[in-house]
């Protein structure tokens, strides 16, 4: 028996590769298919099954490009309806790989064709079970994303089932292998981990220790963020199927001279520029908004900028097919091209982001400069700086309305990342006096800056 969980950081979203025997099957692939097919080669196995937990919201699903290249059968759990052709496994339904058996466990409650895959080992021991979005370390997965549908509190219901009913069933040794870790907007504060057991859950899940269908719906429901955009997008395409990632790719890498770069723009693209924030900072073409391809690039794109939207890119040269590709994975297409040479071949004037240490906040601050916080409701909620003004990244720029673009505003979030690209959104939008903290939050707790806690609020 082998396993290897295939995590993918940008997406916080975790693929799996099963074998015996020379027989292999996918959970959950992300979109471009080159990862599964060389680890099955280098480990001269077939791929036999490709198992889909469920409809994917955040991101696109390489499914239908890794069965047109392997055979393989796409297998969906019960009440999956696709435009395309799967097997819709029953509940209960065993799929021999090797020496080893995998098991469908229908467990609704995300989604209606919600399920998990119990793998039994070579003497039919449950060993391990892939449970996609319904269980993380420390959540489950969100009850809110079938559009209206069906009300959160009716998925939630459903999820307390298969919760207790599934799940908490199973022997404490098996191991939890979820779909996402930390920084996916599937859940409401997925664990750090990126796997557990069935015991350690029941011990510390809140959802797992819950005994009452009442307050269990009260607690999954009560506190989720809205999602992203495009994760209802997201979730039709894998529904529906869609380009082969091959042909997006070779489409969207078109190399852009500056003055066609120009045309574009002034045709309505939007400018994407994947660079880190430090490059960012010390130029970039105005109107540009910054999403570093060293974090949550496909997240934040995807959180910020509508799927629709046409976007020409600014990358660090090299660079250029990673952007891309990364897009494509949440299902952002309509890519025109990329400035050629990076932006070294600008011919055009730059602006510039000022930026300072976090000890020279204190003279800013008593000088009148008022303190910006971008980052999540979660992080402000622990500690945040003394009469600091609240505005997440992620509600922008629709939270900026009650803002003074004359005023002058100092912007940080956790390390730095993020309110760089709050800026860039807040400078498309017309403010002009912004300066950006190097390192975040942490720098600013080091530095001496007064710090308001959870624990001083209570109180």
């Known amino acids: 028996m082998y396993i290897q969980q295939l995590y993918t950081n940008c997406l916080a979203e975790a693929a799996y590769y099963i074998e015996s025997d020379g027989e292999a099957a996918i959970i959950d692939p992300i979109r471009e298919t080159e990862p599964y097919l060389e680890l099955a080669s280098e480990r001269r196995s077939k791929i ?12 696109v699903s390489g499914h239908i490009d890794l069965s047109k290249k392997t055979g393989a059968p796409i297998v969906y759990g019960p009440m999956a309806e696709t435009k395309y052709k799967v097997l819709n496994a029953k509940d209960g339904e065993i799929f021999p790989l090797g020496k080893l058996k995998i098991k469908t466990l229908h467990t609704p409650g995300h989604t209606p ?62 191991l939890v292998y979820p779909a996402h870790g930390p920084g996916s907007a599937c859940g ?56 082969s990632i091959d042909e997006v790719v070779k489409r969207n890498n078109r190399a852009l001279s500056a003055d066609e770069f120009s045309m574009i723009v002034n045709n309505g693209a939007l400018i994407l520029d994947t660079r880190n924030a430090n490059d960012f900072e010390k130029g970039f073409i105005p109107g540009s908004i910054n999403i570093g391809l060293n ?34 994975r949440v299902g952002y297409e309509k890519i025109l091209g990329f400035l050629n040479g990076g932006i070294i071949s600008w011919n ?100 001496g800056v007064e710090i308001v806690t959870e624990e001083t609020i209570l109180n």
């Not at 963020?225 to 529904?239: C, M, S, T, W």
């Not at 900028?305 to 590709?325: A, W």
């Not at 916080?373 to 509600?395: C, Q, T, Y």
């Open 48 to 59: 036999k099954y490709i198992f889909e937990t469920h409809f994917h919201a955040d991101f």
């Open 113 to 174: 064709e919600s399920t998990c895959y119990l793998l039994l080992d070579e003497n039919g021991k449950e060993h391990a079970v892939f449970t996609g979005d319904t269980l993380f370390v420390g959540d489950v997965g969100r009850p809110d994303l079938l559009d209206g549908k069906m009300s959160s509190e009716e998925l939630a219901s459903m999820l307390y089932d298969s919760l207790n009913n599934k799940l908490k069933k199973l022997p404490d040794h098996v």
């Open 188 to 243: 409401k504060n997925i664990g750090k981990e990126t796997f557990s057991t069935i015991g350690e859950q029941k011990k510390f899940n809140y959802a797992m220790k819950s005994n009452s269908r009442e307050q269990f719906i009260k607690d999954v429901t009560e506190g989720i963020l809205p999602p992203p955009n495009y994760f209802f997008e997201d979730a039709r395409i894998n529904k529906d199927g869609y380009s």
């Open 295 to 328: 974090g949550q690039y496909a997240i934040w794109t995807g959180t910020l900028i509508d799927i629709n939207q046409p976007l020409v890119l600014i990358t660090e040269v090299g660079k250029e097919h990673e952007s891309i590709l990364r897009l494509a």
């Open 348 to 447: 055009k004037k730059l602006e510039e982001v000022k930026s300072i240490a976090a000890d020279e906040m204190k003279n800013e601050m008593a000088n009148g400069v008022e303190v910006v916080d971008v980052r999540k409701p979660g992080e402000w909620n622990i500690s945040h700086v003394k009469e600091a003004m609240f505005l997440p990244l992620n509600d922008m720029p629709a939270n900026l309305s009650h803002l003074d673009k004359s005023k002058s505003y100092l912007v940080h979030c956790g390390g730095g990342y993020r309110s760089m690209t709050a800026i860039s959104l807040m400078k498309r939008n017309g403010f002009t006096n912004l300066t950006n903290i190097y390192g975040g939050f942490g720098a600013i707790q080091n530095a």
